[in-house]
């Protein structure tokens, strides 16, 4: 017994000073570089992001941010290793949609969302569009539809590889319109736009900073963007949801996480400082080229944004059968 008190006793004092080691870092953060994980290949929009506010962010915490591509299996080795590392504010990652579907679509899934991340900030959302080579004889999402029942199962999209944006979006797409499209996928959207642009594909759903330019050359052609509101650049292109298909939205949301337990006090200086950056004029300008709509959220609104995409996802999965293993 007196051993067993011993053992406890030296327990508690470890756990303390633990915790009062983590507080004292809190108070001083950032001591050290900073470690940002962008789970995709360079020059996709989350690395963009990254790349566009990680100076600003430098200044005004005064320590380096090392952007780390860690790719691979649609985001999943990256933000695995996120989520499996100490939770002191210096490994953080932010991510998109294969965040919240990834879970879904294994049996075993490799993380949990809410469990394993400590919500930073919702930094932006960026809209797609639904885009098609122009030898397929559809000008709009009702003649889509209509095509895609009248040939169920004939109508190729590419996506960027399983559980990808242009992959959920099209089950998504799918699933509230009553039709039966089949996956193309590759490795990554570069390949996508080329697999367009020569007729080895109908569509996809791609990034409209992306696929703009080769709209505009009639190298394909855009119908409809997937979110709430039209294109800054393509004001003429209705959104999914005014051209037929009420309710239906895809944005690629843009969030930032650390892992989970990380101290509140410094998620809040993550977010005060990241929150300022964002609303940079200079920013401001950047990010709406590349189409992506500034959010600043708090914490807690990318928390409650968590939660509800974890469950809409899940359901799109098992109702459009897309496990991977």
Same mark, same amino acid.
């Given at each position: 017994?007196?051993?067993?008190?011993?053992?406890?006793?030296?327990?508690?004092?470890?756990?303390?000073?633990?915790?009062?080691?983590?507080?004292?870092?809190?108070?001083?953060?950032?001591?050290?570089?900073?470690?940002?994980?962008?789970?995709?290949?360079?020059?996709?929009?989350?690395?963009?992001?990254?790349?566009?506010?990680?100076?600003?962010?430098?200044?005004? %915490?005064?320590?380096?941010?090392?952007?780390?591509?860690?790719?691979? /299996?649609?985001?999943?080795?990256?933000?695995?290793?996120? /989520?499996?590392?100490?939770?002191?504010?210096?490994?953080?990652?932010?991510?998109?949609?294969?965040?919240?579907?990834?879970?879904?679509?294994?049996?075993?899934?490799?993380?949990?969302?809410?469990?394993?991340?400590?919500?930073?900030?919702?930094?932006?959302?960026?809209?797609?569009?639904?885009?098609?080579?122009?030898?397929?004889?559809?000008?709009?999402?009702?003649?889509?539809?209509?095509?895609?029942?009248?040939?169920?199962?004939?109508?190729?999209?590419?996506? &960027?590889?399983? +559980?990808?944006?242009?992959?959920?979006?099209?089950?998504?797409?799918?699933?509230?319109?009553?039709?039966?499209?089949? #996956?193309?996928?590759?490795?990554?959207?570069?390949?996508?736009?080329?697999?367009?642009?020569?007729?080895?594909?109908?569509?996809?759903?791609?990034?409209?900073? +992306?696929?703009?330019?080769?709209?505009? @050359?009639?190298?394909?052609?855009?119908? &409809?963007?997937?979110?709430?509101?039209?294109?800054?650049?393509?004001?003429?292109?209705?959104?999914? &949801?005014?051209?037929?298909?009420?309710?239906?939205?895809?944005?690629?949301?843009?969030?930032?996480?650390?892992?989970?337990?990380?101290?509140? @006090?410094?998620?809040?200086?993550?977010?005060?400082?990241?929150?300022?950056?964002?609303?940079? #004029?200079?920013?401001?300008?950047?990010?709406?080229?590349?189409? %992506?709509?500034?959010? @600043?959220?708090?914490?807690?609104?990318?928390?409650?944004? %968590? &939660?509800?995409?974890?469950?809409?996802?899940?359901? %799109?999965?098992?109702?459009?059968?897309?496990?991977?293993?």
């Amino acid at each position: 017994m007196k051993n067993g008190v011993v053992c406890w006793g030296s327990a508690f004092v470890l756990a303390i000073a633990t915790i009062g080691s983590v507080l004292a870092q809190s108070d001083n953060y950032p001591v050290k570089p900073i470690r940002w994980v962008v789970p995709f290949p360079p020059g996709g929009s989350t690395d963009v992001l990254a790349r566009l506010v990680s100076p600003k962010l430098v200044e005004t %915490l005064g320590q380096q941010l090392i952007i780390d591509n860690r790719s691979g /299996a649609s985001g999943t080795i990256g933000t695995v290793a996120v /989520a499996r590392s100490s939770p002191d504010g210096y490994t953080l990652l932010s991510n998109t949609l294969p965040f919240v579907a990834n879970p879904a679509l294994h049996r075993k899934p490799p993380y949990d969302v809410i469990r394993d991340f400590e919500p930073v900030m919702l930094m932006a959302n960026q809209g797609s569009m639904i885009v098609l080579h122009p030898s397929v004889p559809v000008r709009s999402v009702r003649e889509l539809i209509a095509f895609a029942k009248a040939r169920p199962g004939q109508i190729n999209y590419g996506t &960027a590889g399983p +559980g990808s944006n242009p992959h959920i979006a099209s089950e998504l797409f799918s699933m509230m319109t009553g039709t039966t499209m089949t #996956p193309v996928h590759f490795k990554g959207g570069g390949p996508v736009i080329v697999a367009i642009m020569s007729g080895e594909i109908a569509m996809s759903y791609l990034a409209i900073a +992306g696929a703009s330019q080769h709209v505009a @050359a009639g190298r394909m052609r855009a119908i &409809a963007v997937t979110g709430t509101k039209r294109a800054f650049s393509m004001p003429e292109v209705p959104t999914v &949801a005014e051209s037929g298909v009420p309710g239906f939205e895809f944005s690629a949301w843009h969030w930032l996480v650390a892992p989970k337990g990380t101290p509140r @006090a410094i998620v809040n200086t993550l977010n005060a400082k990241l929150k300022d950056v964002l609303r940079l #004029p200079d920013i401001v300008q950047r990010t709406r080229h590349e189409e %992506l709509e500034i959010v @600043a959220s708090s914490p807690e609104e990318l928390g409650a944004l %968590l &939660a509800a995409e974890v469950k809409k996802y899940a359901r %799109l999965v098992k109702e459009r059968s897309m496990q991977l293993d």
